[in-house]
């Protein structure tokens, strides 16, 4: 309402409507791209949960729409679908000086940033918590029940923000996150250029770590595939299943056997997610 959403493109599928969006985000000081699924059931008289969905390193809007195959099961259940950019983005927007896609664009890792020259754009967490839900619930036929799940840096992603904002999420999930990311190399390679090398200003922004002293138990979903390549040296499940034994935390996490770290392996399980979020954004 009164808020300059320009939009790029628009798709029927399912009955319902793919949507992508450029608007102006202050969060970030940048122009975002963003894609909205409004399933058939969304009207003016009947508004919609819905489902965040942070996606991973090297992505944007577009991976997980096109490549997960939720629509048809969203149109379903109507369920809304919202994805964000994986960081900042456009010519005023640094990225990794070594041009490496593990850092920078593409991969905001939804912190907000403390160190120059990133603290200026790389909001992301402040972006997917905060100005794009109250955007989207000014604009389009949603409600304020809202869940979140992603995969890997934006699974991570998923976990961190329902964890430190108890009560804003009905429920969270996530496929293959980089469960403990103080703890290898992508998160620490981030983590120290985003916060500073300064570690104890990392725990906040570490699922694993936060699980201690969650305030609320909400029920974690999470898939791994087994043969997953990033396994062993930067996803470390294993962190997170301590982490939630340790503090008597509800954690399903079902190790998928074959699996890899795809977008084939996202589109196995999408709709065990779709049904653990809609059990709870449907709820009386
Ligand atoms: N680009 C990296 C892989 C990065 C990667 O696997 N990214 C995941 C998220 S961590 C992804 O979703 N990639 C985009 C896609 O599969 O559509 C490589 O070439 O090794």
């Given at each position: 309402?009164?808020?300059?959403?320009?939009?790029?493109?628009?798709?029927?599928?399912?009955?319902?409507?793919?949507?992508?969006?450029?608007?102006?985000?202050?969060?970030?000081?940048?122009?975002?791209?963003?894609?909205?699924?409004?399933?058939?059931?969304?009207?003016?008289?009947?508004?919609?949960?819905v489902l965040y969905w942070l996606s991973g390193l090297t992505c944007t809007d577009e991976n997980f729409m096109?490549?997960?195959?939720?629509?048809?099961?969203?149109?379903?259940?109507?369920?809304?679908?919202?994805?964000?950019?994986?960081?900042?983005?456009?010519?005023?927007?640094?990225?990794?000086?070594?041009?490496?896609?593990?850092?920078?664009?593409?991969?905001?890792?939804?912190?907000?940033?403390?160190?120059?020259?990133?603290?200026?754009?790389?909001?992301?967490?402040?972006?997917?918590?905060?100005?794009?839900?109250?955007?989207?619930e000014r604009s389009f036929p949603v409600s304020d029940r809202r869940s979140v799940s992603g995969h890997s840096m934006g699974g991570h992603g998923a976990l961190v923000c329902a964890l430190r904002n108890p009560g804003r999420y009905r429920s969270v999930s996530a496929f293959a996150p980089i469960a403990n990311p103080t703890d290898c190399p992508w998160g620490e390679k981030a983590f120290s250029r985003y916060l500073g090398p300064d570690r104890r200003g990392w725990a906040e922004w570490d699922a694993s770590l936060l699980l201690a002293e969650a305030a609320e138990r909400l029920p974690l979903l999470v898939d791994q595939g087994d043969k997953d390549g990033f396994l062993d040296s930067q996803l470390k499940p294993e962190a997170l299943r301590q982490a939630a034994a340790a503090a008597g935390h509800p954690l399903?996490?079902?190790?998928?056997?074959?699996?890899?770290?795809?977008?084939?392996?996202?589109?196995?399980?999408?709709?065990d997610h779709l049904r653990h979020h809609a059990a709870a954004l449907l709820a009386g």
């Open positions: 309402m009164g808020e300059p959403l320009t939009i790029v493109s628009a798709n029927k599928s399912f009955g319902g409507w793919h949507k992508r969006y450029r608007h102006h985000s202050t969060t970030l000081g940048c122009e975002m791209v963003f894609a909205v699924f409004l399933p058939p059931q969304a009207g003016p008289d009947s508004p919609v949960p096109q490549k997960a195959g939720a629509m048809r099961l969203a149109a379903e259940l109507g369920i809304a679908i919202v994805a964000p950019d994986t960081s900042p983005r456009g010519p005023d927007v640094p990225g990794d000086p070594d041009g490496s896609w593990d850092f920078g664009l593409g991969a905001g890792f939804y912190v907000n940033a403390t160190q120059d020259p990133w603290a200026r754009h790389y909001r992301m967490y402040d972006y997917v918590v905060t100005e794009l839900p109250a955007l989207i399903t996490l079902r190790m998928q056997p074959g699996y890899d770290h795809s977008y084939f392996f996202i589109a196995s399980f999408i709709d």
